[in-house]
């Protein structure tokens, strides 16, 4: 449902797209670890908060406060480097104290054709966060390898709170360093829901196309109609038309 755009990389080793979240969940999954049919409570809600930012204009704000179990929120494959650790670091505050935040780094090359789930190469561990902003660091316990060389970052999210997460970071090595984006510039074609077909399939009206230049601090969120051009039994094909400079 989203397709992101990528711009030349900027020094500081992030490995991390939407690091600042700027576009949203774009290049995140936010998992609720239930079965919808079985979910008790409401559904946690995910916003972009603007009110307390510390990088860019927006920090992603994720209300569990009805929910009942664990949300985690994972990020896409991170590439690193065999022989060497990644570090995952990130600026996080919640409504309540929380003693114990679990983070971990999965093995993102596993087969899952025959295992069906990821290795979890790194057990992880716990990070505390208050009510003012925390700057939470964890580095993998074991090296990637030539075989184990991406890597997906879980962050488990009690439930009864609220979160705001910001600036967050990837890198290769075995500390934290400055915060840095991926790249000067991102975007993404951003499908929001729910997804609505117009009377006679024409159009998905409840699609943006989201732009933020780190380097000004200029964004564009601007709705972009997607015009469906051919329909499957597993695909829908189309075309975006429409133009933007930062």
Not at 67 to 90: A, I
Request: charged letters at 25%; glycine letters at 10%; hydrophobic letters at 35%.
């Amino acid at each position: 449902g989203e397709n992101p755009i990528f711009a030349p990389v900027v020094p500081g080793g992030n490995r991390l797209f939407n690091s600042s979240f700027e576009l949203g969940l774009c290049g995140w999954c936010l998992v609720c670890n239930t079965a919808y049919d079985k979910a008790e409570g409401d559904l946690p809600s995910v916003s972009l908060d603007a009110t307390d930012a510390r990088h860019g204009r927006h920090a992603l704000k994720i209300d569990t406060r009805r929910w009942k179990k664990t949300v985690t929120l994972n990020s896409h494959d991170c590439y690193g480097v065999p022989g060497s650790n990644l570090t995952f670091s990130c600026w996080i505050r919640a409504e309540k104290p929380v003693r114990r935040m679990r983070v971990s780094f999965g093995d993102a090359t596993a087969d899952f054709a025959s295992k069906g789930c990821l290795r979890w190469y790194s057990d992880g561990g716990d990070v505390s966060v208050g009510t003012n902003w925390t700057h939470v660091t964890r580095a993998t316990k074991t090296p990637l390898n030539d075989v184990n060389r991406k890597a997906v970052l879980k962050i488990d999210l009690p439930p009864g709170n609220v979160y705001w997460l910001d600036a967050a970071k990837v890198e290769v090595g075995d500390a934290a360093t400055a915060y840095a984006p991926m790249a000067e510039a991102e975007s993404a074609n951003v499908i929001r829901e729910p997804v609505i077909v117009h009377a006679g399939g024409t159009r998905l009206h409840d699609c943006e196309f989201r732009a933020v230049d780190y380097r000004t601090g200029e964004q564009i969120v601007e709705s972009r109609p997607f015009e469906v051009t051919r329909y499957g039994a597993r695909a829908v094909g189309g075309r975006w038309r429409g133009g933007w400079t930062l």
